[in-house]
């Protein structure tokens, strides 16, 4: 059974500061690797897929990695602003879109 | 390009009764799957529908169910609601088809938010 694990489960920054987010899953037979962003109340907001062939998408100021023989995918924040605050979570797929998810990271970035 | 839809947003219900949540995907999408977000629990997979036949379910009990209808739009009922419900229904939305547009990646709407009381 897949099990995803995020640390930390939250972090407080000042805002400029570059951070990691990290993601570690048990199970390497991996379809793709997700992440999403979640604010207070909302739905989640792709921000990176990664295939398992890939080692690494960026989109932006967002660079996420992949390391299927280690189990662990690193989500990298450069310059953050408050705007990003949020709550971010990773998510394995398997197999036929079931989603494993993580506990996720609760991010506050101060002015 | 319109997203995922979810009907209603908000919910109260009290014990013993059922509701149902209704999913529009994105347009062309096929495969539909629904999400539990609790607080303790953080997010579950409760089942996928593709071409209106259900492919995968989650470990949840037999009074959580859906369907899948011809458009792609999907519905979830939970019958004989328990305080344990409330939660946040999440749907999400994927091509899962041939060709380089099945990427895998999932698109979720905003939510339905059930309250029992």
């Known amino acids: 059974k897949q099990e995803v694990t995020q640390i930390p489960a939250a972090l407080s920054v000042p805002e400029g500061e570059n951070l990691v987010l990290n993601c570690s899953f048990t199970d390497s037979a991996i379809y793709n690797l997700q992440w999403f962003r979640q604010d207070p109340g909302k739905g989640l907001t792709s921000l990176l897929l990664i295939q398992s062939s890939q080692r690494e998408q960026t989109s932006g100021r967002l660079n996420a990695s992949l390391d299927k023989s280690s189990g662990r995918s690193t989500l990298y924040i450069a310059a953050s602003q408050p705007g990003d605050s949020a709550t971010y979570l990773c998510?394995?797929?398997?197999?036929?879109?079931?989603?494993?998810f993580g506990g996720g990271t609760r991010l506050m970035v101060k002015p | 390009k319109a997203g995922v839809t979810q009907t209603p947003r908000y919910l109260i219900k009290t014990r013993g009764q059922q509701v149902t949540l209704s999913c529009s995907p994105i347009s062309g999408h096929r495969s539909v799957s629904w999400y539990q977000q609790t607080p303790g629990q953080g997010l579950q997979f409760l089942f996928e529908y593709f071409s209106e036949t259900q492919r995968n379910k989650g470990n949840f009990p037999g009074r959580f169910s859906g369907r899948q209808f011809s458009n792609s739009r999907s519905e979830m009922n939970v019958s004989t609601l328990e305080l344990g419900d409330s939660a946040l229904y999440l749907c999400?939305?994927?091509?899962?088809?041939?060709?380089?547009?099945?990427?895998?990646?999932?698109?979720f709407g905003e939510g339905s938010r059930l309250t029992v009381l």
């Open positions: 998510a394995v797929n398997n197999a036929g879109n079931m989603l494993t």
């Open positions: 999400a939305s994927s091509f899962r088809g041939g060709g380089s547009a099945n990427t895998g990646e999932l698109f």
